[in-house]
């Protein structure tokens, strides 16, 4: 059965940093796309960032560009999202999600990946 389990939200100070993980069981993450989706109450949901399975190629939305950064790590089958100078705009719903056939380039669309982890709770506030 194909998972994704993100883990590393919480509350944190403005200013403040957390560490994502979107840990996937039951497929090699390596060949899957990854991206990272935000909710807050009330809005839509966000294509925040995604990271490319052939070349790591990676995006960001504009709100994001400078303080989020993705990455993977094969050997632990885990996508990471470093979240610097958190904002309390950033508080949210962070959900990870998998494909095997979107490449990372100018967007990050929720309609476009198969798999959803069940997402983990960010709150930035004093």
């Known amino acids: 059965q194909l998972q994704l389990v993100e883990s590393g939200g919480g509350l944190v100070q403005p200013g403040g940093s957390l560490r994502l993980s979107c840990v996937a069981t039951?497929?090699?993450?390596?060949?899957?796309?990854i991206g990272w989706f935000r909710q807050a109450p009330g809005k839509d949901r966000e294509g925040v960032a995604c990271i490319s399975s052939v070349d790591d190629n990676t995006y960001y939305v504009d709100s994001v560009k400078g303080r989020f950064s993705i990455s993977r790590d094969n050997a632990e089958n885990t996508v990471y999202l470093q979240m610097n100078s958190l904002k309390a705009k950033d508080t949210a719903v962070y959900s990870c999600?998998?494909?095997?056939?979107?490449?990372?380039?100018?967007?990050?669309?929720?309609?476009?990946?198969?798999?959803w982890g069940q997402g983990t709770q960010v709150t930035v506030s004093s």
């Open positions: 039951g497929f090699f993450l390596d060949y899957y796309a």
């Open positions: 999600a998998g494909d095997a056939l979107v490449y990372c380039r100018e967007n990050v669309k929720g309609d476009e990946y198969d798999y």
